[in-house]
Each structure stands twice: as structure tokens, then as C-alpha cells.
């Protein structure tokens, strides 16, 4: 069964970081692209970062200088490293997958979702 489980979301204070990991099983991961997305209560699902499964990756304007997303093929892993976090950054965090080399900044083009992780930043 495909699944992808996020872990590493909690309570920061503003300017503190935070990694948030992404596991993949079974066809989740293998010969995909993995993207990083947020809503905030009342807002749409927002795009912060993409990665091939060849490398490269592209982030939105919000999360450049900021966030780096990785990955570890190894463990069937994606990462969002987050830096000076903002307020602003409050959100449900969630990982997606989709097939094929080419990433996507619509969440509309991912068909695995994980189940979302909270991050929170006090000010």
C-alpha cells in the first residue's frame, strides 16, 4: 500500500527552525517527484518546494533562502528543512508524490498525499 507519513511539525518560536521528514512505502517514492505544500486555516493548499527524482528542486518565492527540500533514496525519505521560521509559516504541512521525472508546483498533479503535519510559530 502507498503511503507517505510526515513527522517533525511542533510549536517554535519565530526565527527557530524546524525538519520536517516525509517517509515513503511501496510505489510513494520510487521513480517520483516529491513536493512540499501548506494550508493555513481559510487559505488554499499552498506549493513551498519540489524535487526531481533526479535531483533538482525549485521552491516558491515564500520559502527561497529559507527552506531546502532533500531527499535520502536510502531510507525512501523527503525532507523540508526550515529556517527562520515566521508566524506567517503557521500551517499544516503535507508531502505529496507524483510519477515521473518532472516536478509540479500544482498540488492538483500529485495523487499521494500524506496526512499533514502541524507547524506552529509563536511571536
Known amino acids: 500500500q502507498e503511503q507517505l507519513v510526515e513527522t517533525g511539525g511542533g510549536l517554535v518560536q519565530a526565527g527557530g527552525s524546524l525538519r520536517l521528514s516525509c517517509a515513503a512505502s511501496?510505489?510513494?517514492?520510487?521513480?517520483?517527484?516529491m513536493a512540499w505544500f501548506r494550508q493555513a486555516p481559510g487559505k488554499e493548499r499552498e506549493f513551498i518546494a519540489a524535487?526531481?527524482?533526479?535531483?533538482?528542486?525549485t521552491y516558491a518565492d515564500s520559502a527561497k533562502g529559507r527552506f531546502t527540500i532533500s531527499r535520502d533514496d536510502a531510507k525512501n525519505t523527503v525532507y523540508l528543512q526550515m529556517n527562520s521560521l515566521t508566524p506567517e509559516d503557521t500551517a499544516v504541512y503535507y508531502c505529496?508524490?507524483?510519477?515521473?521525472?518532472?516536478?509540479?508546483?500544482?498540488?492538483?498533479?500529485?495523487?499521494?498525499w500524506g496526512q499533514g503535519t502541524q507547524v506552529t510559530v509563536s511571536s
Open positions: 511501496g510505489r510513494a517514492f520510487s521513480g517520483r517527484a
Open positions: 524535487m526531481r527524482w533526479t535531483g533538482g528542486s
Open positions: 505529496a508524490s507524483r510519477f515521473g521525472l518532472a516536478f509540479s508546483t500544482q498540488h492538483a498533479e500529485y495523487d499521494y
